[in-house]
């Protein structure tokens, strides 16, 4: 079947074709296995590494091209303090060492504590992982996978169908409209073929 008619299957069927299409980035699938070893609390690979690797592969480019790094977010609110998330991330860097990738890890926990600071607008708490992916400036990118014991859990709060049929749609819950636009701005230049909705009115 071809790519653009993925986003009518059945989401079941969709799920199955998300992980096939990932699977053909294979520095992505050894950053999923590497993480899975870290075994973070609710961890998930999220953000342009999925969303992008699906954009490659339906319009015939190469599965990793212009993908700038590997977002890794998990959720501890044991410890907000900085020198805990630091700790993870040195160990992941002995993890992803070697790899011809950048890993961004995140503890979620944390972002409400720098998020005003870098936006300019404020951030409640978020009290899940997956919370933070829902904040996400474009429904698009609200995409997170982990492989639990060998098996997948993908997280999609509004469905695959967008990200298969290359449609950015704004999600104006958190992030200000410049950054919606700004990122817009640079995906378009890298994936001409995208629609890209506009913000919403006032």
Not at 142 to 151: A, D, F, K, Q
């Amino acid at each position: 079947m071809p790519d653009g008619l993925v986003g009518r299957l059945p989401v079941d069927e969709q799920v199955a074709a998300l992980r096939s299409t990932l699977a053909r980035n294979e520095l992505l699938m050894e950053v999923l296995s590497r993480a899975a070893a870290l075994d973070l609390p609710g961890w998930y690979l999220t953000a342009g590494c999925l969303f992008q690797t699906v954009w490659n592969v339906v319009t015939g480019r190469p599965p990793g091209e212009g993908i700038k790094d590997y977002d890794l977010f998990y959720f501890d609110d044991s410890d907000l303090g900085w020198d805990a998330e630091n700790e993870v991330i040195q160990a992941a860097d002995q993890v992803f060492g070697g790899l011809p990738a950048v890993v961004e890890i995140r503890n979620e926990a944390r972002v409400h504590l720098w998020y005003p600071e870098r936006f300019g607008v404020p951030c409640e708490p978020y009290t899940s992982t997956e919370a933070a992916i829902d904040s996400f400036a474009a429904t698009t990118c609200c995409l997170g996978v982990r492989v639990e014991n060998g098996r997948w859990r993908v997280y999609a709060p509004h469905g695959l169908a967008d990200v298969f049929n290359l449609v950015v749609r704004p999600n104006p819950v958190l992030a200000p409209r410049g950054v919606y636009e700004a990122k817009t701005r640079r995906w378009c230049e890298q994936w001409p073929e995208l629609t890209v909705l506009p913000w919403p009115a006032p």
